[in-house]
């Protein structure tokens, strides 16, 4: 079975300076992993996805997270937050097995302050 | 080329009617979603399902919600009886057959309100 879990359920940073948003996996198989943004009473939007490739992925919007298989983590980051910024996060994993739907963690909400 | 469409936005019940939110999947994906959003609890998922098939429905209460992706139409997520504790947003998502690294492509949701 596969699960995410989010530390922190806010983040608050100041304009400019660095997000980081934590997300820890566990995954029976080697995993699928999302990280997807949601803005005020909107749908779900994906950021990035991590399938296998390359262990650095590069998403939308400046936004970066890194699979780490050791610390079963795969955090988001970005190098210099934006007002814009300012939204829930989440992080999901799916199995590599067929007939699996993904599952989300519960969210972080990033604050950003000018 | 539209996303995936999910209606209506808003959908206010009384105690005891049932809600019918449909959900439409982007051109070309054959497999939905089912998603309830709750503050502070994050997405749960419901069920997961083919034309005309359910493959996991392990996420659906036993009672009162039940789903089905007909070979024409929509998505239906049906709630019967509906109670205070069914408030919640709800989201549909599609993805393309048996791809399972694609991600999903989200609704913008149908925000149900029990009075």
């Known amino acids: 079975a596969q699960s995410v879990t989010q530390l922190g359920s806010h983040v608050s940073v100041s304009e400019g300076a660095l997000v980081l948003l934590r997300c820890n996996y566990s995954?029976?198989?080697?995993?699928?992993l999302f990280w997807y943004v949601q803005y005020p009473n909107q749908g779900l939007q994906l950021l990035l996805k991590y399938t296998s490739a390359a262990t650095l992925v590069k998403g939308i919007n400046g936004f970066e997270a890194e699979f780490k298989k050791s610390e079963t983590s795969f955090h988001l980051t970005k190098p210099s937050a934006h007002m814009s910024d300012a939204a829930e996060y989440f992080c999901a994993v799916i199995g590599n097995q067929a007939g699996t739907a993904l599952i989300f963690g519960k969210g972080t909400t990033l604050s950003v302050s000018s | 080329n539209a996303g995936v469409m999910q209606n209506p936005r808003h959908l206010v019940r009384r105690r005891g009617q049932e809600a019918r939110l449909r959900c439409s999947p982007m051109?070309?994906?054959?497999?939905v979603y089912w998603y309830r959003q709750l503050p502070e609890e994050g997405l749960k998922f419901m069920v997961y399902?083919?034309?005309?098939?359910?493959?996991?429905e392990s996420g659906m209460p036993k009672e009162r919600f039940s789903a089905e992706f007909p070979k024409e139409g929509p998505s239906i997520l049906r709630i019967q009886q509906v109670v205070r504790g069914d408030s919640a947003a709800y989201f549909c998502?599609?993805?393309?057959?048996?791809?399972?690294?694609?991600?999903?492509?989200f609704g913008s949701g149908t925000r149900l309100t029990v009075v």
């Open positions: 051109k070309g994906h054959s497999h």
């Open positions: 995954s029976s198989v080697p995993p699928y």
């Open positions: 399902l083919q034309k005309e098939n359910i493959i996991d």
């Open positions: 998502a599609s993805s393309p057959a048996e791809v399972e690294g694609y991600g999903y492509t």
